[in-house]
């Protein structure tokens, strides 16, 4: 039986709040710490792979990154993290897709952060796609 993963998403985002699924942190500090630790400058393109609820995006805008994308399945996630934000929103790049495809341009990312997203994809040919 194939999952329709971005419905899965919306539907777990769509009735649960951010702090309480299992994978909740309130702040994300190793991953935070390795990006701030990068020599990039403040304006180096990063993006979060399936960053949907997550802070990090916060914690990278108040470390005064500029250049900061969000890609998640679920439009419900970024909504969460929009709302959280508020206005500082505005300075996201926030996009609904599937990791497996191409979302970016080539040679457009300076820094790509997933947390887990290997551990969703469970299917070979969506593991196959995310590593092209």
């Not at 985002?13 to 500090?29: C, N, Q, T």
Request: charged share 25%; proline share 6%.
């Amino acid at each position: 039986m194939q999952v329709d993963m971005q419905a899965h998403w919306q539907d777990v985002y769509g009735h649960k709040a951010p702090d309480r699924v299992s994978w909740f942190r309130p702040h994300l500090e190793r991953s935070r710490d390795h990006i701030l630790a990068l020599p990039v400058g403040p304006d180096a393109r990063i993006v979060d792979i399936d960053g949907g609820a997550s802070t990090l995006v916060d914690d990278l805008l108040a470390a005064g990154r500029r250049n900061v994308a969000v890609l998640d399945l679920s439009a419900e996630a970024l909504a969460h993290s929009r709302a959280r934000l508020g206005a500082d929103a505005d300075a996201v790049d926030w996009r609904v897709g599937d990791p497996t495809l191409p979302q970016f341009e080539p040679q457009s990312v300076d820094v790509w952060h997933d947390r887990a997203v290997f551990h969703f994809l469970t299917d070979p040919a969506d593991r196959a796609a995310y590593v092209e």
